[in-house]
């Protein structure tokens, strides 16, 4: 797609957007919420360029130029571009001046409300006011701020995307503003008004995940009110949107942890805690300079972008598959499932999921093992394999993205770039200054819980051969039930259990090493992270395994237990995570914690202690969440009653009876 | 640390057992038998077997291997011995959680019918300098107490009733020598939480209260009182004895029947609530 299409397509899309007055509240803008454009079949792609959304753009950049500043910008007379360069920068300043135009159709139109409606002309002349000043100047008020953050936010992708830092980047507008001219609550409000339009978008996955708390580029504390009072808005607001996250590090105030104990206590799947002291160092170490490692955000889920500095690519390589291919020399269980499957939500259509796994590679015949030794070293080169397919396919996404007639960033990301706004270089091609391309690892302990059952059952206590337990799981263990029972049994991560947490930790070690002595011959540092996405899907594709887990059951997510598997309560989960050095994972290795809310005499003050002893222990990332689990299990029989019912998903939250029956099953498993 | 004790269970995560996080080891053996008890495999000190009739797929494996060789959960033993030195390095375990307000728990049954071994564990948990809680019923000889003095920062104890005939009534025995002690302690200056299991009609008067708030006011020590109420919990755990289910507070507004108590403890009295009735 060249410049003249993009920009054929922009003003195809900018014309056709419904221009949008509010009969209440004061930000203007259309919701179109995706559920209705998703069933409708009306989910298309404009053609405006690449951007895949999970990442968020320079809001900082957009508050300190406005939209004039950015046209300006993009058309400043540059010396020596070429000529790719030049029509890629004038696309940009087209494309936002577009975008200006449509937020002045805006103003326009509640300023003709409000001259038919003189008992809300105050209200709609706000608007108009607010909407018309942001065609001339930057935003000068917190309310203009958001008013535009909104609007950029909402035209970037048809569906959803990223925020990132909101408390860094508004902060300057807030600390304008409050208290002298808008109090505190009027900015919670203004806060939760915002927050009601991102849930009324509805999109399920939503990927709205906002980051607040960490440091700044030189290392301080950038905690600030507005991070606060971003929690505080989303406690009180009702909705499932945005996602909140939370930067945690040394010198963050006791009021942030108060508050993220306070959202977590709220019981609904939001505060996910991010250890700066577990995450920093290593990003540095993997060759990204001090102060973008600093600045990290995360995308749409859980993985770190650089907020301001990277885009993010990401693909996930499933452990559990890997360990069938090795046990049936480079084939699946013959027996393995292929149901059709719903990504999240129970209202998506089904399909059939593929893992992109690289099949037909044998590994060696697993019956010719003659110790568990000889057995691992034969899955480990399975493992391998599957690893370096996956980075080879990188290293080609890798060449098609930067070679110099690549696909072209879309001109609202780019214009959000501060280097492709002066010298017209696409973002993807040198605009954004980290490269982040992120290898993720799939499900490690419940693979580490089917080699521990391999282990035990034909080489320690030879309960069967080999043979006859890959006989038991291409039967499903239909005639081998007492196997089953045994291997259930066993003990499996999550339970302080060192066999099976240094199998998990061994796996670990062995993925981030595989990714990190990968020579990228762009020159890439791709980044490992020992997360998983779609393991409700991967595991609906997986035949029986050895950890006596049946055709479909589930698998675990990221670096947690297998749902119902941890049964010696939360300290021993956090210690059997803790054995992995989970920092190497640096893309993103989350822990999740689900207590249930009626767990003895659980107080803030217990969840307090939960969040420091977390990052003492070593984790990265934590997604502690306390659930009522009656609520849940009554919510799948009475959906109906329980619509406002939210909880933490994969690297979202939505509402639990919009979801997938497997993954509601998921989410309860979960919890201790 | 060759001695060895009858332990049922190690619970990690302990929130009702003291302040803070904490790691309680539940001891076997008592010396009451309170008719609401909870943890009626506690009784005996020797370890047994509980079975689960429900969990039970008729497999016959613990006919050939014993209640060990069940898969199902159906046949679980219950208690083990146990070294010191074994027991104390479980609870160390969660040593990082204790740092803030935790630390470790002897409960039971009742812990001080195996003082030594006790004493022994909270010597060492004393070295490596963790917080130690003893959660005793007291209805043990003045000497078991003494044993665990110097190695123990709270006392959890429990008063049934203050009169004796109600006392014995409810748990088999009277309660001279559990007064006797919670005086010992009183002398010592250790903190103390009093725990009080109230069950509507039985050991709830407002003359018993009465005469419990005197005697709670004459002891030092005493920094906070729970109001437990006796509910219905382990119905299964009595059928997996083979024993019938106690019923108590059946009907019972649970929370009118602590606030009237309270009423009458002229002290600080707060049960430790859960996390939804505080948030």
Redesign the interface.
């Known amino acids: 797609m060249n410049t003249g299409e993009i920009l054929e397509n922009f003003t195809r899309m900018i014309s056709g957007m419904e221009v949008s007055v509010p009969e209440e509240g004061i930000l203007a803008g259309p919701v179109r919420p995706i559920r209705h454009a998703m069933a409708s079949s009306r989910f298309v792609n404009y053609g405006i360029g690449w951007d895949n959304a999970h990442f968020p753009l320079d809001y900082g950049l957009l508050m300190r130029e406005g939209i004039p500043g950015i046209i300006r910008r993009a058309s400043r007379p540059a010396e020596n571009l070429s000529r790719e360069a030049a029509e890629y920068r004038r696309l940009v300043a087209d494309c936002w001046r577009l975008i200006s135009g449509y937020i002045r159709r805006h103003a326009d139109a509640a300023e003709e409300l409000a001259s038919s409606c003189p008992e809300d002309a105050a209200r709609l002349e706000r608007i108009s006011r607010n909407c018309r000043s942001l065609t001339e100047r930057p935003p000068e008020s917190f309310e203009e701020g958001l008013q535009l953050f909104w609007f950029i936010w909402r035209l970037r992708a048809y569906y959803t995307s990223s925020i990132g830092r909101m408390d860094r980047h508004l902060y300057p507008l807030y600390a304008r503003d409050v208290p002298d001219r808008i109090s505190r609550e009027e900015a919670c409000g203004l806060l939760i008004e915002l927050f009601g339009l991102l849930t009324a978008v509805h999109s399920g996955d939503t990927l709205m995940n906002l980051m607040v708390g960490g440091t700044d580029e030189e290392g301080r504390d950038s905690t600030n009110d507005l991070s606060l009072l971003i929690i505080e808005a989303s406690i009180r607001a009702p909705g499932s949107e945005p996602h909140i996250n939370i930067r945690l590090h040394e010198n963050s105030p006791e009021s942030l942890r108060d508050a993220a104990a306070r959202m977590i206590a709220d019981c609904r799947g939001q505060g996910v805690l991010y250890y700066d002291r577990n995450i920093i160092p290593d990003l540095v170490r993997r060759g990204i300079p001090v102060e973008y490692a600093r600045s990290y955000a995360n995308d749409g889920c859980t993985e770190l972008t650089f907020d301001r500095h990277s885009a993010i690519w990401f693909w996930q390589m499933e452990s559990m598959k890997t360990l069938e291919l090795a046990l049936f020399r480079g084939t699946e269980n013959p027996a393995a499932p292929h149901s059709e499957y719903r990504k999240w939500a129970a209202w998506q259509p089904a399909r059939l999921f593929e893992s992109k796994l690289r099949f037909g590679f044998d590994s060696g015949d697993p019956c010719d093992c003659e110790s568990f030794e000889s057995f691992l070293q034969l899955f480990l080169r399975q493992f391998r394999y599957q690893i370096r397919c996956m980075l080879e396919e990188i290293s080609r996404e890798i060449i098609r993205n930067e070679a110099p007639d690549g696909p072209l960033t879309s001109p609202i990301a780019a214009g959000l770039v501060e280097k492709t706004l002066d010298t017209g270089t696409d973002p993807m091609r040198g605009g954004w200054e980290v490269r982040n391309y992120q290898l993720l690892s799939g499900s490690l302990p419940t693979t580490a819980d089917c080699l521990y059952g391999i282990r035990r059952a034909v080489f320690d206590e030879q309960r069967c051969t080999m043979a006859e337990l890959l006989e038991a799981l291409q039967g499903n263990f239909e005639d081998d039930e007492p196997l089953r029972a045994w291997l259930k049994q066993l003990p499996k991560f999550g339970n302080d259990c060192d066999e099976t947490d240094f199998l998990a930790a061994m796996l670990a070690d062995e993925f981030c090493t595989c990714v990190e002595e990968y020579e990228d011959p762009s020159g890439v540092m791709i980044l490992p992270g020992i997360y998983n996405i779609d393991f409700n899907m991967f595991a609906s594709v997986l035949g029986a395994s050895p950890d006596g887990r049946k055709a479909g059951d589930p698998i675990c997510a990221h670096f947690s237990p297998t749902p119902g598997c941890a049964v010696s309560g939360p300290t021993a989960v956090i210690a059997s995570a803790s054995k992995a050095a989970l920092h190497r994972g640096c893309a993103s290795s989350p822990l999740y914690l689900s207590l249930p809310r009626a767990m003895g005499a659980l107080d803030l003050q217990h969840i307090r202690t939960l969040i420091d002893i977390c990052g003492e222990a070593g984790l990265p990332i934590v997604s502690l969440s306390v659930y009522n689990r009656e609520l849940l299990e009554d919510a799948r029989v009475h959906p109906e009653k329980h619509g406002d019912l939210i909880v933490r998903v994969w690297g979202f939250n939505a509402r639990f009876v919009d979801l997938d029956a497997n993954l509601q099953d998921h989410i309860i498993g979960r919890i201790l | 640390m060759k001695e060895k004790g009858y332990v049922m269970h190690v ?6 057992d003291g302040p ?2 904490r ?1 309680t080891a539940f001891l076997k053996g008592c010396s009451l038998r309170c008719a609401w008890c909870h943890n009626p495999e506690s009784w005996k000190t020797e370890p047994q077997t509980l079975y689960y009739e429900k969990k039970c797929v008729h ?1 016959g ?1 613990c006919a050939r291997g014993g209640a060990e060789a069940c ?3 159906a046949r679980v033993m219950v208690g083990r011995l146990c070294s010191a030195e074994e027991l104390v390095t479980l609870l160390l ?2 040593m ?2 204790f740092a ?3 630390g470790v728990t002897f409960s039971g049954g009742e812990t001080l019918l195996q003082a030594d071994f006790t004493a022994v564990c909270l010597r060492e948990l004393k070295k490596a300098g963790v917080h130690t809680c003893v959660d005793t019923a007291l209805h043990v000889p003045a000497e078991a107490v003494q044993a665990v003095i110097p190695y123990t920062d709270l006392f959890l104890a429990d008063l049934k009733s203050i009169n004796p005939d109600v006392h014995r009534q409810i748990t088999g025995a009277g309660n001279h020598m559990i007064l006797d002690n919670l005086r010992l302690i009183s002398r010592t200056g250790i903190p103390m939480w009093i725990r009080m299991p109230l069950a509507a009609g039985i050991n709830d008067s407002p003359e018993d209260l009465r005469k419990t708030a005197d005697f709670l006011s004459g002891l030092a020590g005493v920094v906070r009182v729970d109001l437990l109420p006796v509910l219905d919990h382990a119905d299964e755990k009595y059928r997996a004895l083979g024993l019938e289910p106690p019923r108590f507070s059946r009907d019972v507004d649970v929370a009118a029947l602590i606030h009237r108590a309270a009423g009458y403890l002229d002290t600080d009295s707060r049960g ?5 009735q ?2």
């Not at chain 2, 430790?272 to 939804?276: N, S």
């Open positions: 619970q990690r995560f302990s929130l009702n803070g996080i790691s497999c494996a898969l199902y959960g375990r969660d990082r959680f803030c307000g935790g430790t609530l859960p996390l939804h505080i948030i």
